[in-house]
């Protein structure tokens, strides 16, 4: 029965024999963030956030930086870094403006094509230079990149941002009817805030929506919980909506010769905070006029804002695909900056508290 | 027939669905929406379904060709065509047989130097595979069918996490329904015939199964089975991916792994390659099976030994194709003389074997 | 063997007795004063003194017969023969015969006079059960016999003997019931029994080991139990059991993998209750052999599988440790084995003492001086209690055997390692037999309807049928009585 053992001889020689090359974790630097803003010469200028964790649960970070005509040749520019630099746990990629401006995808190109980086990495835009905020990190306890990944996510799920990663830029990047857009970081004072959204025309930035803005195209992009909004109701009060749900219809119509979009935004939201005396049902009807009239002159002023950019973030030329039989994309893309768009809003009130 | 099994060997007649769809399903579902999306769009899942059908008609075929005997396609040919070219035939049906383990098994070590180890040389996974096909062969048929059995159950639930991209994926991607010509649908069903190559390991399984003739309802379900796994990978990649994106992405269904996120684990494309050595491992024992049957009642080698020279033929060829360009090459290669196989060979030997039957009854 | 076959032609009646009088225990008694003069020949270490004296003894200096024959009908023993193969006496008086010889002559009466010595019932050591009864085989097979029959009083309960061990002469048993066990199976076992050419058998686990299919394999294919319902509820199902002489152990077989999940305590407990159970255990295997094979794997090459908090909580814990993964991993695990041999041989009371201080101290230690992080400990040590679970103690063997070669395959290739090795282990499983029936039943080859007690219990009335597993001819176990319907209180209907 000699022969029955040949094959687990030969596969323990192997074992014992043949090796690929190790990644073993405390021993590979792990990067969680990274910048990259526009260097001298059209170089990309990179910087990277190192963390060392020490066995009391402490982080020690500190930043490198280099510069190089691609991405994986900052690599080799790091030379204070052991190598080798792993991308796999990316949480948070940044651009600077500048950099951003002249095209991310000479950087993106090496984080979609190698395996070993994720999707649900985060791409933001910094205004001003990403490297300075990067650098900023000893204010933040766990290291800035698991910090703005939080940050960005709790926005997402609980605020007032569209839903957004590598993949989702991937995708309106390489889609035909839309474009892409990426979160808007600034650094404050000593803060890191969220102020905005950066739209994109390829992969070219283009233009920048503020906070109120962002909250309006989340509400009609696609069905989304989002967070708290305030309204000014006719009679000078205030009134805080909460829990705010879209729900979005978009019907486009005549696709391929004179294309006409209507959007109908339905919506429930809850009242948070009223500054007047007693909500009674009239108020709640004024406060609900008041935030259709406002959803609606908004989102208009948002669409013409794309059209003037001609750039299509909310996608509307992927949704006439979708409802346009052998849709022609070039009459699409002349008709697109004067295209007939009206937008139709419905909101109702669910609940308003345990008080009147 | 002096040749057809022994009653201890043979295995149940419902164990065909494990036999044919796990010999299907192998590396092609990692990629295959591509292929097919370049021509059809968002069409593409109607292509799948038109497929199935399509191979719904070659089980059928492949049921009457075999007929009430127990026989499998190597005896017939060797009846019908005489022993030169009966035995002729039968050799060029071994060589595809084992293109296709080379195709899959390479294929599979390409996606794994690709994913996880580049500097993995090739020669040490074949190696490995390939003496544990080897255990497989020595354990007999039974042996064989169990490996495609686990190789169906093991990775089921990766179909779970296949719909977790769901959450990042637009559905509306999928309209507007049948908006491609003919000529596309057409070209992207022969496309998607690669995936469903495989089938033809029932003209080599029938004589082992208890009960052949109740095994034909079985035979459709394993193909029934193949589509819909198909249709959920493709309506998820059509919905999850642009269809520009698409284009661009050579695994796709990896990559959609990589959105899953679980409490204590991300990433989930490495266990997904993980457990696809589960998937291929069948493919390879099969077709190095079904080529060993072809060596010993052609050839009257042993397939002990025989085993033992188309596993180092296999070694070899895998080990001399060294890069992606080389593994399109034959992956085409082989898909093209696949759907020559399918779409010209079965339907001439099947009407060839209804007009015999006539005559000699 | 010359010498004892040539020895065998020549030996006479005296010959043997010289020989064995080469003993301290041997005695010949010839008592020349009664009225018959005789002698008797004995062990006096294996017989039963007080039969002698009373029964034999006054029998004997009572009559007056000249002729063994005429002695037999008057001693009022059971086991009375008469023979004048030496051969035979000789084998007879190692059992604890006495011989009655009269006047030198070749022929002796054979009287069973053997006074077996054993421990009294204890309950099971090893296979521990909270609810069912309390009852295990000691090593007498005389009463472990008696318990299995009394547990089973059906006439069809073959207990077939065969006498295995050139030197031990073991009396073994086979056990079934005829009808319901397959004679296939009882024929394989008999067969491969008095096929066996070995000195000594010491216990039944050795036995075991020489009737199984694949010797080279690691996985039990026969379960050794001491509990007697288990015994009994095999037999019931179709199964063979063997019982050895000087074992506390039976063999059971055919066995499937499931049925070394089965503690038979499941039967006493609820279905629902004791299914949830074997899934636990289920997963606890898995769990146990895998974790810390995937510790290394996932930490030496694919650490992207882990989120990023969970990742910063293991890479501040191996931060100081200067050993790469499997180094580690290796390390506590021999240590954890090292812990569990010497608690095994240890007396248990010092055994005890010693895994606690070894667990508490070695593992604190190893952790203080940053030799293993403190997550690896807890994997380790889990997965040690995991491996415990499984019912059957050859099988918490094996469970720890495999961890190792799985750990050099993480070290390897990662999680293609593992996937490797699992192909491996799955094609053996599938190969591998249990007296000819295939290990991986029901699951493969696929029996849905033997599964009711497989992986799950399902209620007893669901479990109709044997299992097709032990190709048992009597398939049904019960009959429905008559269609009768429970008043359903649900709903207040009656």
């Not at chain 1, 803005?213 to 069905?223: A, D, P, Q, V, Y």
């Not at chain 3, 200096?61 to 009022?76: A, D, V, Y």
Request: hydrophobic share 45%; glycine share 6%; proline share 4%.
């Amino acid at each position: 029965m000699s022969y029955k053992k040949i094959p687990m001889i030969l596969l323990m020689c192997i074992v014992l024999t043949a090796c690929v090359s190790t990644e073993i974790i405390d021993e590979v630097p792990v990067v969680f963030i990274a910048g990259y803003d526009k260097g001298s010469d059209d170089k990309i200028k990179g910087t990277i956030s190192l963390q060392r964790f020490k066995p009391n649960q402490e982080v020690e970070t500190r930043t490198f930086q280099a510069e190089a005509r691609t991405s994986k040749g900052l690599r080799n520019q790091l030379s204070g870094v052991p190598k080798p630099i792993t991308i796999g746990k990316m949480a948070v990629m940044l651009f600077g403006e500048e950099e951003a401006e002249h095209g991310v995808l000479r950087v993106l190109d090496s984080f979609l094509r190698d395996p070993a980086s994720g999707r649900l990495t985060y791409v933001g835009v910094v205004e001003g230079s990403a490297g300075d905020l990067i650098k900023e990190e000893d204010e933040y306890l766990q290291g800035i990149g698991p910090f703005l990944q939080i940050l960005i996510r709790q926005s997402i799920e609980y605020g007032n941002m569209p839903q957004n990663n590598l993949h989702f830029f991937d995708y309106k990047y390489y889609g035909k009817g839309m474009d892409p857009y990426m979160p808007l970081l600034k650094k404050n004072e000593n803060e890191i805030v969220i102020s905005g959204l950066a739209l994109f025309k390829g992969e070219k930035m283009v233009g920048k929506l503020d906070l109120e803005e962002m909250f309006m195209f989340t509400l009609i992009n696609r069905k989304h919980k989002a967070g708290l909004f305030e309204i000014t109701l006719p009679d000078g009060n205030y009134a805080t909506l909460y829990k705010v749900i879209s729900d979005v219809s978009y019907k486009v119509s005549d696709g391929n010769k004179t294309p006409k979009v209507s959007i109908e935004v339905d919506i429930n939201a809850n009242i948070a905070q009223y500054t007047g005396d007693k909500l009674d049902k009239r108020i709640k009807n004024d406060i609900v006029d008041a935030f259709e009239k406002k959803i609606e002159q908004d989102s208009m002023k948002l669409i013409k804002k794309f059209q003037e950019l001609q750039i299509d973030p909310l996608a509307l030329g992927d949704r006439a695909r979708s409802q346009t039989r052998k849709f022609d994309f070039s009459n699409w893309e002349n008709h697109y900056p004067t295209l007939n768009i009206s937008v139709k809003a419905n909101a109702d009130i669910m609940e308003s508290g345990v008080i009147d | 027939m002096e040749n057809s099994p022994r009653k201890e060997i043979l295995v149940s007649s419902f164990l065909i669905m494990f036999i044919i769809h796990s010999n299907q399903v192998g590396v092609g579902i990692l990629g295959f929406p591509r292929y097919i999306n370049q021509y059809t769009g968002q069409d593409g899942w109607i292509v799948v379904l038109i497929t199935g059908l399509i191979f719904h008609v070659f089980v059928w075929m492949m049921y009457v060709i075999l007929g009430d005997e127990r026989e499998d396609i190597i005896d017939l040919q060797k009846k019908w065509f005489g022993s030169w070219i009966g035995g002729l035939l039968n050799l060029l049906v071994m060589i595809y047989l084992l293109l296709g383990a080379v195709v899959i098994l390479r294929t599979f070590i390409e996606v794994i130097q690709a994913w996880m180890f580049p500097e993995l040389k090739t020669w040490i996974p074949v190696l490995m595979f390939l003496l544990l096909t080897y255990y497989v062969l020595a354990g007999g048929f039974r042996t064989v069918v169990g490996v495609s059995f686990f190789g169906v159950i093991f990775p089921l639930w990766l179909l779970i996490t296949a719909v977790s991209p769901a959450k990042y994926a637009s559905f509306t991607n999928l309209l507007p329904v049948f908006d491609h010509s003919l000529k596309d649908f057409v070209m992207g069903t022969k496309q998607m015939t690669l995936s469903f190559l495989g089938a033809e390991i029932l003209l080599f399984a029938y004589p082992f199964l208890k009960n052949p003739k109740s095994s034909r309802v079985w035979a459709h379900i394993g193909i029934g089975g193949t589509t819909i796994i198909y249709l959920i990978v493709m309506i998820i990649s059509i919905a999850f991916y642009s269809e520009e994106q698409l284009q661009q992405t050579i695994w796709s269904t990896l990559i959609s792994w990589k959105m899953v996120e679980l409490p204590f684990v991300e990433r989930f494309e490495y266990i997904g390659i993980t457990f696809w050595c589960f998937v291929i491992f069948p493919n390879v024992c099969l077709n190095i099976w079904a080529a060993t049957r072809i060596g010993k009642k052609t050839l009257h080698i042993k397939q002990k030994y025989f085993s033992i020279v188309l596993l180092i033929v296999v070694f070899i060829s895998c080990v001399l194709i060294t890069t992606r360009e080389q593994v399109d090459m034959i992956n085409t290669i082989t898909a093209s003389i696949g759907t020559y196989f399918f779409y010209i060979y079965i339907p001439i030997i099947f009407l060839y074997a209804v007009v015999r039957r006539r005559v000699t009854r | 063997m010359k010498w004892f076959q040539k020895t065998e032609k020549e030996m006479t009646l005296d010959d043997v007795l010289d020989d064995l009088s080469q003993s301290a225990d041997f005695v010949i008694y010839q008592n020349k004063a009664s009225r018959i003069p005789y002698t008797l020949i004995y062990f006096a270490s294996i017989i039963d003194p007080a039969k002698l004296h009373r029964v034999v003894l006054t029998k004997l200096n009572e009559s007056e017969t000249k002729s063994l024959e005429e002695l037999e009908g008057i001693i009022p023993i059971e086991n009375l023969e008469i023979s004048s193969d030496p051969i035979k006496v000789q084998e007879r008086l190692m059992s604890g015969y006495l011989a009655v010889r009269l006047n030198k002559s070749q022929k002796v009466l054979l009287m069973d006079l053997s006074l077996i010595k054993s421990r009294d019932l204890s309950p099971p050591e090893i296979e521990f059960s909270v609810m069912g009864p309390k009852e295990g085989l000691i090593e007498d097979l005389q009463t472990n016999m008696n318990l299995i029959r009394r547990r089973i009083p059906h006439p069809k309960l073959r207990m077939k003997k065969v006498t295995v061990g050139t030197v031990s002469k073991t009396k073994i048993i086979v056990t079934y019931i005829e009808g319901t066990a397959s004679e296939q199976n009882v024929n394989t076992v008999v067969q491969r029994l008095e096929d066996l050419d070995f000195d000594l058998i010491a216990d039944s686990s050795v036995i075991g080991q020489m009737l199984e299919d694949n010797s080279l394999s690691v996985f039990p294919q026969m379960i050794d139990t001491e509990r007697t319902d288990r015994i009994t509820g095999h037999l019931n199902y179709g199964a063979v059991a063997i019982l050895v002489e000087g074992s506390s152990n039976a063999l059971i077989g055919p066995i499937n993998f499931g049925q070394l999940l089965v503690s038979f305590e499941d039967y006493y407990l609820g279905w629902n209750i004791a299914s949830f159970f074997r899934i636990i255990r289920m997963m606890s295997i898995l769990m146990s052999i895998v974790a810390t094979p995937l510790y290394v794997a996932v930490l030496t090459y694919h650490f992207e599988l882990f989120p990023s908090k969970l990742l910063a909580t293991l890479i501040s814990s191996r931060s100081d440790i200067p050993f790469i993964p499997v180094i580690e991993v290796l390390f506590l695990e021999i240590t954890i084995d090292l812990l569990r041999e010497a608690g095994a041989r240890m007396p248990s009371k010092v055994g005890q003492t010693l895994g606690i201080v070894g667990g508490i101290v070695i593992g604190t230690a190893a952790v203080e001086a940053s030799l293993t992080s403190n997550i690896l400990l807890i994997i380790v040590a889990l997965s040690a209690l995991a491996s415990f679970t499984t019912p059957v103690y050859r099988m918490t063997n094996t469970i720890r055997f495999l961890r190792y070669p799985l750990i050099l395959f993480a070290q390897f290739l990662g999680l293609i390692g593992i996937a490797l090795f699992g192909l491996f282990v799955m094609v053996h499983l599938i190969r591998l037999t249990s007296l000819g029936s295939p290990y991986l039943a029901p699951l493969y080859p696929p029996r849905v309807k033997d599964w009711y007690d497989s992986f799950f219990r399902l209620p007893y009335v669901l479990q109709k049928k044997r299992s097709h597993f032990f190709r048992t001819e009597k398939v049904s176990r019960f009959f429905d009585k008559k269609e009768k319907k429970p008043n359903s209180l649900d709903f207040d209907e009656q």
